[in-house]
């Protein structure tokens, strides 16, 4: 109760610190149809673009005889987007260094939506300035390109970057870059990182039991090398990736695709090197491509539009301590109506508990959290369909189990499509299993059915540095929680609860897939896909991304349209306050949030960290080997 109590204190003190905090969802309206919500008149002008011929009252169009003349046409105008920062899997919450400017994926499909469908803007220009997104966001963003580029042309810039703006810009009619630029695309590496020879150092003995041939989750503790299992596992993977890497690159350049493959090999780039290999059309300034554009867009001048489609933070007053203290206890939230389609984020490693931040940083699902979200949906006439966002690589067993009942009841009222973004594995693609399709990016992960059971036996630390204990239990198996290291006896018993839990996880795969996947084992024993792997095996049904899985909901609910809901809400500090700390969820402490602050960006370490914390919390988990970090 003291912890709790000087949390709480911590918070309310840093209330007088705070700089900014805003959050704003807007709703996003999608046709059924596959085309984003427009006007008449706007659809009009769009189809007669994409055909080549003259939309009606468009300049081209002499009027009828007998008819007025049509209204004046306003100056056409270019829509100038600059896509940089952190792109989000989910809208964010209260945070002590801000990030209320910070836009979600959503965000960023919305506002292309709004270019294709404002007949008001001729062109845009796509300003790259180095984002980050995982390959599975840029893949989207790429499709979402690419569909605005069908109705209108689109520029991208580039001052310099890697594959995956690399991958948004070439999706443009034109891609433009700085002359003194650099094109940082090598081909795909994968980085895996072992602590086991800092685990003897610090005299910490780990010990684990997989349950799957392949589930290496617990290789960075115990081995300094991976299993041949393991390495067999990503080098399928790095296969798959990387022949999308270069099928995207020769599709969007219109290159052969061995031609594609020897330009990958040949990087990276300077501007000339890119210009060479045909990956960039232009070299020229900023300022120039900016005075320049407007005139070869239209044959005359445009409009410059900054900023298109971005929405603006919320304002606070810190003159009016009311209004500020009104600002720090609630968030703005999207509104239910009739009809809804619900978008739930299950975001970050899976927990008991809920939705928060783990020590170092990094999403936590939490299982409390999601559970009531979908006990809430299933119960509301509203919301007719839901999104389950899947962007996991898995974590509690037990957690796990609790979401895919949640998910599943929910599906027995109302349509529940699950899309997995980057990574869908173990424990993350246990939950999608609820869900009665399965939606997933072609780069993202699934699989990894397997469990991992163990600890970190700190004994010999607490040795080393003058620390002695003294086992006094009751009960035959009460050591199994102390700080030695287990007996063999013990191993046996937790391997056998292991296999246990192991079972019931392939059972929900035959119970969720049935025919699409006969054999559960072909594709179980911690195995690990890409999705498009994965779907030619079953596990996947369709290849798409989070529009797509928008579009299949609303099918399913027979909506030709919708409103939309992003869950799970955003929490106030007033939230925070009234829950206080809760199993992983130590998010309100300042000292906790300077610490996640200064570990930004060491994403390897924040995971193994939060993995062990998990552990000493639950002792099977359904967890991919997510240290290994693949980014093009």
Same mark, same amino acid.
């Given at each position: 109760?003291?912890?709790?109590?000087?949390?709480?204190?911590?918070?309310?003190?840093?209330?007088?610190?705070?700089?900014?905090?805003?959050?704003?969802?807007?709703?996003?309206?999608?046709?059924?149809?596959?085309?984003?919500?427009?006007?008449?008149?706007?659809?009009?002008?769009?189809?007669? $673009?994409?055909?080549?011929?003259?939309?009606?009252?468009? @300049?081209?169009?002499? @009027?009828?005889?007998?008819?007025?003349?049509?209204?004046?046409?306003?100056?056409?105008?270019?829509?100038?987007?600059?896509?940089?920062?952190?792109?989000?899997?989910?809208?964010?919450?209260?945070?002590?260094?801000?990030?209320?400017?910070?836009?979600?994926?959503?965000?960023?499909?919305?506002?292309?939506?709004?270019?294709?469908?404002?007949?008001?803007?001729?062109?845009?220009?796509?300003?790259?300035?180095?984002?980050?997104?995982?390959?599975?966001?840029?893949?989207?963003?790429?499709?979402?390109?690419?569909?605005?580029?069908?109705?209108?042309?689109?520029?991208? #810039?580039?001052?310099?970057?890697?594959?995956?703006?690399?991958?948004?810009?070439?999706?443009?009619?034109?891609?433009?870059?700085?002359?003194?630029?650099?094109?940082?695309?090598?081909?795909?590496?994968?980085?895996?990182?072992?602590?086991?020879?800092?685990?003897?150092?610090?005299?910490?003995?780990?010990? #684990?039991?997989?349950?799957?041939?392949?589930?290496?989750?617990?290789? @960075?503790?115990?081995?300094?090398?991976?299993?041949?299992?393991?390495?067999?596992?990503? &080098?399928? *993977?790095?296969?798959?990736? !990387?022949?999308?890497?270069?099928?995207?690159?020769?599709?969007?350049?219109?290159?052969? !695709?061995?031609?594609?493959?020897?330009?990958?090999?040949?990087?990276?780039?300077?501007?000339?090197?890119?210009?060479?290999?045909?990956?960039?059309?232009?070299?020229?300034?900023?300022?120039?491509?900016?005075?320049?554009?407007?005139?070869?867009?239209?044959?005359?001048?445009?409009?410059?539009?900054?900023?298109?489609?971005?929405?603006?933070?919320?304002?606070?007053? !810190?003159? &009016? @301590?009311?209004?500020?203290?009104?600002?720090?206890?609630?968030?703005?939230?999207?509104?239910?109506?009739?009809?809804?389609?619900?978008?739930?984020?299950?975001?970050?490693? *899976?927990?008991?508990?809920?939705?928060?931040?783990?020590?170092?940083?990094?999403?936590?699902?939490?299982?409390?959290?999601? $559970?009531?979200? #979908?006990?809430?949906?299933?119960?509301?006439?509203?919301?007719? +369909?839901?999104?389950?966002?899947?962007?996991?690589?898995?974590? /509690?067993?037990?957690?796990?189990?609790?979401?895919?009942?949640?998910?599943?009841?929910?599906?027995?009222?109302?349509?529940?499509?699950?899309?997995?973004?980057?990574?869908?594995? /173990?424990?993350?693609?246990?939950?999608?299993?609820?869900?009665?399709?399965?939606?997933?990016?072609?780069?993202?992960?699934?699989?990894?059915?397997?469990?991992?059971?163990?600890?970190?036996?700190?004994?010999?630390?607490?040795?080393?540095?003058?620390?002695?204990?003294?086992?006094?239990?009751?009960? +035959?198996?009460?050591?199994?929680?102390?700080?030695?290291?287990?007996?063999?006896?013990?191993?046996?018993?937790?391997?056998?609860?292991?296999?246990?839990?192991?079972?019931?996880?392939?059972?929900? $795969?035959?119970?969720?897939?049935?025919?699409?996947?006969?054999?559960?084992?072909?594709?179980?024993?911690?195995?690990?896909?890409?999705?498009?792997?994965?779907?030619?095996?079953?596990?996947?049904?369709?290849?798409?991304?989070?529009?797509?899985?928008?579009?299949?909901?609303?099918?399913?609910?027979?909506?030709? /349209?919708?409103?939309?809901?992003?869950?799970?809400?955003?929490?106030?500090?007033?939230?925070?306050?009234?829950?206080?700390?809760?199993?992983?969820?130590?998010?309100?402490?300042?000292?906790?949030?300077?610490?996640?602050?200064?570990?930004?960006?060491?994403?390897?370490?924040?995971?193994?960290?939060?993995?062990?914390?998990?552990?000493?919390?639950?002792?099977?988990?359904?967890?991919?080997?997510?240290?290994?970090?693949?980014?093009?």
């Amino acid at each position: 109760m003291g912890n709790r109590r000087r949390s709480c204190g911590t918070v309310v003190a840093a209330v007088a610190v705070l700089l900014a905090w805003a959050v704003a969802t807007d709703g996003w309206t999608v046709r059924a149809d596959g085309a984003e919500a427009k006007p008449a008149k706007a659809a009009r002008k769009a189809k007669a $673009v994409a055909s080549g011929k003259p939309a009606a009252n468009s @300049p081209t169009t002499q @009027p009828a005889a007998g008819q007025p003349a049509p209204a004046k046409q306003a100056t056409p105008r270019i829509a100038h987007m600059r896509l940089g920062g952190t792109v989000l899997t989910s809208p964010p919450g209260f945070s002590l260094f801000g990030g209320g400017s910070q836009m979600t994926l959503r965000d960023w499909l919305q506002r292309l939506a709004q270019a294709r469908n404002d007949q008001a803007v001729h062109a845009v220009a796509l300003e790259l300035d180095g984002p980050s997104l995982s390959w599975a966001q840029a893949q989207e963003l790429a499709d979402a390109v690419k569909r605005l580029d069908e109705v209108k042309p689109v520029y991208a #810039f580039l001052t310099e970057g890697g594959a995956s703006d690399y991958l948004i810009a070439s999706a443009a009619r034109e891609i433009a870059m700085e002359p003194m630029g650099s094109l940082m695309i090598t081909g795909l590496a994968a980085e895996l990182t072992f602590f086991r020879g800092t685990m003897d150092l610090l005299g910490i003995q780990p010990q #684990f039991i997989q349950i799957g041939r392949f589930k290496g989750a617990a290789e @960075p503790f115990d081995r300094s090398q991976p299993s041949e299992e393991l390495t067999g596992e990503y &080098n399928k *993977i790095l296969d798959d990736l !990387f022949d999308q890497l270069v099928g995207q690159i020769a599709r969007q350049r219109r290159l052969k !695709f061995d031609q594609a493959r020897k330009a990958v090999d040949a990087g990276p780039f300077t501007t000339k090197g890119a210009l060479e290999h045909k990956l960039v059309d232009r070299s020229i300034s900023r300022q120039k491509w900016q005075a320049e554009l407007s005139k070869k867009a239209a044959g005359k001048a445009c409009q410059w539009t900054g900023d298109y489609g971005k929405k603006e933070a919320t304002k606070i007053d !810190f003159s &009016n @301590p009311f209004a500020l203290l009104g600002a720090l206890t609630r968030v703005k939230t999207d509104e239910i109506r009739e009809p809804t389609v619900a978008i739930v984020n299950c975001e970050g490693m *899976i927990v008991d508990g809920q939705s928060g931040e783990g020590l170092l940083g990094g999403a936590m699902a939490g299982s409390k959290t999601l $559970v009531k979200c #979908f006990d809430e949906i299933a119960s509301d006439d509203r919301i007719k +369909a839901v999104v389950f966002r899947i962007d996991s690589p898995g974590g /509690s067993a037990l957690a796990s189990e609790m979401i895919y009942q949640a998910v599943k009841a929910c599906a027995a009222k109302k349509p529940v499509i699950a899309s997995i973004a980057q990574t869908g594995a /173990s424990g993350g693609y246990y939950v999608a299993l609820g869900a009665k399709t399965i939606y997933a990016d072609p780069c993202g992960l699934v699989g990894s059915i397997g469990v991992i059971s163990g600890k970190l036996a700190l004994k010999g630390l607490m040795n080393k540095v003058g620390i002695t204990t003294t086992e006094i239990t009751r009960g +035959a198996n009460a050591g199994l929680r102390t700080s030695r290291p287990w007996t063999e006896r013990e191993v046996e018993i937790m391997r056998k609860m292991a296999q246990e839990i192991y079972d019931v996880f392939t059972s929900r $795969v035959t119970e969720s897939r049935g025919k699409k996947v006969p054999r559960v084992e072909d594709v179980a024993q911690g195995r690990i896909f890409t999705a498009r792997q994965g779907k030619t095996h079953g596990l996947v049904d369709e290849l798409g991304g989070l529009r797509e899985a928008i579009l299949a909901a609303q099918a399913a609910a027979n909506l030709g /349209s919708s409103h939309f809901i992003v869950l799970p809400r955003p929490r106030s500090l007033m939230d925070m306050l009234s829950e206080g700390e809760t199993s992983m969820d130590a998010h309100a402490s300042v000292e906790l949030a300077l610490l996640r602050h200064l570990a930004s960006g060491q994403q390897n370490l924040a995971y193994m960290v939060n993995l062990a914390r998990l552990l000493g919390r639950e002792h099977v988990l359904a967890v991919v080997p997510h240290h290994a970090m693949i980014r093009p």
